[in-house]
């Protein structure tokens, strides 16, 4: 099946400092989406981008809708404790044969944020 | 409260038993879907359901049987499961490709002895 090479597996940063995290894939995408997930918990929506070159904010976050659209980063500015969690990447694909609500996941980064 | 509520929360069972998983929303959403998350893994789409009919089984082993009896309510109904099989099942569920409001269950921890 397709696949997204989300980097960097796992970070440890101190408090206050700046993340960043990358999906690469071989496929276009239509649509690029990043997700966290605590503990326990179910990934919840971060950021949605929609069209090629889009860089959309949320608070702390940004993120970019690559403009080969085969790729999309997110970066944390001033991270904090609670930033700790998974984060995921999510695509979808331009080709996704009618399913369009078919998302395909990046194996995700794994945040640890030092006080 | 994520709007999908998913029971139970932590399932163990061995490997003769059966058992269900059950996912319910009142989001509205039409669609609702079955992922398997392990470990080190990304997440794997199981099945899809959209107003109640399976539109999508990714070659998900028979020992997984989905039930969708309405648009708000879905099963996974477990039996004869494998070690391997053990994971967080999230489900999840959307307004068609609305993909905004595709919204995630908090998940089943399910531990096969």
């Known amino acids: 099946g397709q696949q997204l090479n989300q980097s960097p597996q796992s970070m440890f940063i101190q408090e206050g400092e700046d993340v960043s995290m990358n999906c690469t894939s071989s496929?276009?995408?239509?649509?690029w989406l990043w997700y966290k997930q605590d503990p326990g918990e179910g990934p919840v929506l971060l950021i949605a981008?929609?069209?090629?070159?889009e860089l959309t904010s949320n608070g702390r976050l940004t993120a970019q809708f690559g403009i080969t659209r085969k790729d999309s980063f997110l970066n944390i500015s001033a991270s904090i404790p609670s930033d700790v969690g998974i984060y995921f990447c999510a695509g979808q694909l331009e080709n996704s044969g009618g399913s369009n609500y078919k998302l395909t996941f990046g194996k995700g980064t794994l945040l640890t944020v030092n006080p | 409260e994520t709007g999908v509520t998913q029971t139970p929360r932590h399932l163990v069972m061995g490997m003769t038993n059966k058992k269900s998983l059950k996912c319910e929303q009142h989001?509205?959403?039409?669609?609702m879907y079955w992922y398997k998350q392990s470990a080190k893994k990304p997440l794997e789409l199981m099945f899809v359901?959209?107003?109640?009919?399976?539109?999508e089984n990714n070659s998900v082993p028979s020992r997984f049987s989905p039930e969708c009896p309405n648009s708000s309510h879905l099963f996974l109904h477990l039996h004869t499961l494998q070690p391997e099989d053990s994971a967080l099942y999230l489900c999840?569920?959307?307004?068609?490709?609305?993909?905004?409001?595709?919204?995630f269950g908090s998940g089943t921890r399910l531990t096969v002895v």
């Open positions: 496929s276009i995408f239509n649509t």
């Open positions: 989001l509205g959403h039409n669609a």
């Open positions: 999840a569920s959307s307004r068609g490709g609305d993909l905004l409001g595709y919204t």
């Open positions: 359901y959209n107003f109640k009919e399976q539109t």
């Open positions: 981008l929609y069209k090629a070159g």
